[in-house]
């Protein structure tokens, strides 16, 4: 299991249009030849913008891109005619196949904060396509076949234990809160990645919000 701190992600963004923006892996300028992916994840990144802040529109290909609202409420306009705001509690999937370009901004005057999570197709091109879930259930895991990959969305209260899934890649991404897994203190922003998982648990050790990817 490898633990990596929020403290160590890279900053982006642009400060003074309300945009910050924390990396998990090599991105953009911040080039880490060591740190491009793990298993099919390839970016994590947190994402906050002030109100009326946002991303213009900008191109994708060959990236499964799946964004999870923390706070506030993210519109999203595509070029294949979508345009959806997503709430805290959804999970949003924008399958850029060949090509897609899309808008990300912060409509709404409470600030946004969302983390963005890109995989790695297991084969190149096809049909971009896009889905909502709203308000996702703990119990109801989303797939991503596209990429070899599920999410797994768990909410626990302090003292509440939860399976990690079995996997050959298994990524821990901690939301808000803290938890206890395998021995190892993990708080907002904190991430794992754990090669061949088996029969582990984290515990909250407050309230505690967790996306975890299984991964073929």
């Excluded at 259930?137 to 626990?156: F, I, K, N, Q, W």
Aim: negative net charge.
């Amino acid at each position: 299991m490898d633990v990596r701190r929020a403290t160590e992600r890279y900053r982006g963004g642009e400060p003074e249009a309300g945009i910050e923006s924390l990396h998990a892996f090599s991105f953009g300028p911040h080039y880490d030849p060591d740190n491009l992916r793990f298993g099919a994840l390839i970016a994590c990144n947190e994402e906050r913008l002030a109100p009326g802040a946002g991303f213009d529109e900008h191109p994708h290909s060959h990236t499964e891109i799946v964004t999870w609202v923390a706070e506030g409420e993210l519109t999203h306009r595509d070029s294949t005619g979508h345009e959806t705001v997503v709430r805290p509690g959804d999970v949003q999937r924008l399958s850029s196949a060949a090509g897609v370009r899309h808008v990300e901004r912060n409509d709404g005057r409470a600030p946004l904060t969302f983390v963005q999570m890109w995989l790695a197709p297991l084969r190149p091109g096809g049909t971009p396509s896009y889905e909502i879930v709203p308000g996702i259930a703990d119990s109801t895991p989303y797939a991503v076949p596209e990429a070899g990959a599920m999410l797994h969305v768990r909410r626990l209260a302090a003292g509440e234990r939860t399976a990690v899934p079995d996997g050959a890649h298994v990524y821990v991404h901690v939301v808000r809160g803290e938890v206890t897994l395998d021995g190892e203190e993990l708080g907002p922003g904190d991430a794992a990645r754990i090669t061949d998982a088996k029969d582990l648990e984290a515990v909250g050790a407050t309230g505690a919000e967790l996306l975890l990817w299984e991964m073929s």
